[in-house]
């Protein structure tokens, strides 16, 4: 499933008080989902790195500690085993003692990535919510992580170092299985939280086959993660005062996703003469201009996601009007039936019900809407 769906289904498994469990390709944005998650819902996150955990870290190291003890009218001290608690679950008490938040998500990442004996006292504190003396409040809710073992279905071919987890332990979550996808990518691409550079949407959008390959054979494999690396490289190629040399941004790209994909990117940039359409201008003109007509029909359904994402985005920073609504849905008329339809429906499921109740205030945008569907 899609970063929506997944978001959508994680939210319904703790909701139900139930332990989801994210299994996908490294670098797709599991980790990206639960902060997602946890802004939109309010929690404050805490993630453990189970990777990073040897035995007993979690369970805490033993201490030894006096109490007094009363036996037969006689009072003194005596030795006990205490167990000093794992700066996280410390942290927890702090936050929640604090009033930073009234609610937890702990984050249990790379679940499958420790030794056995980890995972079963991760599964202590997942599952019974509770270890060597320490209780999790009732507050706290909790969400795991790993990536996918070769002995799953349609993962045969991966090759991640996994310790895969006993039947009895799996069958404690509820597994979710989240993938990349193009669109979702670019919506996210394109928001304050990506900032990902415009020409680097527009080479993805141009090889979507690009954005994950995880069955590639070069060494170096291309995540929507690593796109983000090569985003920040090309702004500083672009912006940088002293010009750096093509063959450095290359080998910064090779870098992140592998050289065959590299050399497609350095020929994009070095080619690039179709800018997209700008969504501003067409605001700040009023009109749909003869020329943007033409372009529209001879553009590529990425391209034209592309340009209506820009251009809603421009529309909630110019507050919405009802001037752009009505040349946004104007623009739409010249959109592939589809595309059209699928831009609407996301109106609806992507943007807050305030923004999307504009747009079903705006008589030109439920003519087109209806007309979709004629």
């Not at 006096?66 to 009218?73: C, D, L, Q």
């Not at 954005?211 to 672009?238: G, M, N, Q």
Request: aromatic share 10%; net charge negative.
């Amino acid at each position: 499933m899609n970063f929506t769906e997944t978001l959508q289904t994680v939210e319904l498994i703790i909701k139900s008080g139930e332990v989801p469990l994210i299994i996908g390709e490294s670098g797709i944005g599991k980790t990206s989902l639960v902060k997602n998650f946890s802004d939109k819902y309010g929690y404050y996150l805490i993630t453990i790195d189970a990777n990073l955990l040897k035995e007993g870290e979690i369970g805490g190291l033993p201490t030894i500690d006096e109490i007094p003890w009363e036996n037969n009218g006689i009072t003194k001290n005596i030795k006990r085993t205490v167990y000093a608690a794992h700066t996280k679950l410390i942290e927890i008490n702090e936050v929640l003692r604090s009033n930073k938040a009234d609610k937890v998500l702990l984050f249990i990442d790379e679940i499958n990535r420790c030794e056995h004996t980890v995972q079963q006292e991760l599964m202590n504190l997942i599952l019974n919510r509770e270890i060597n003396g320490y209780v999790l409040p009732h507050n706290v809710r909790v969400a795991a992580a790993m990536n996918p073992s070769s002995r799953y279905d349609n993962f045969e071919n991966s090759e991640y170092q996994v310790v895969d987890m006993d039947p009895a332990q799996e069958d404690r979550f509820v597994w979710i299985y989240m993938d990349s996808d193009i669109k979702e990518w670019i919506k996210w691409a394109m928001s304050k939280e990506g900032d990902i550079h415009p020409h680097v949407i527009e080479f993805i959008s141009a090889f979507p086959e690009y954005l994950h390959t995880p069955d590639s054979r070069d060494s170096v494999k291309a995540t929507p993660r690593s796109w983000e690396r090569v985003s920040k490289a090309y702004k500083i190629f672009k912006t940088n005062e002293t010009p750096i040399p093509i063959n450095i941004l290359y080998n910064a790209v090779k870098g992140n996703v592998g050289s065959h994909i590299a050399q497609d990117f350095i020929s994009f940039i070095e080619s690039y003469k179709n800018p997209l359409i700008d969504a501003k201008e067409i605001l700040e003109l009023g009109m749909i201009a003869e020329n943007i007509k033409e372009r529209v029909s001879k553009e590529s359904h990425s391209r034209l996601f592309i340009l209506s994402k820009n251009m809603l985005n421009a529309i909630e920073d110019r507050n919405l009007r009802q001037e752009d609504i009505s040349l946004f849905s104007k623009l739409l008329r010249y959109y592939p039936l589809d595309l059209r339809i699928g831009i609407m429906k996301g109106i609806k499921n992507d943007y807050p019900i305030d923004f999307y109740n504009k747009f079903l205030d705006n008589e030109e945008f439920i003519e087109v809407f209806f007309e979709s569907y004629e």
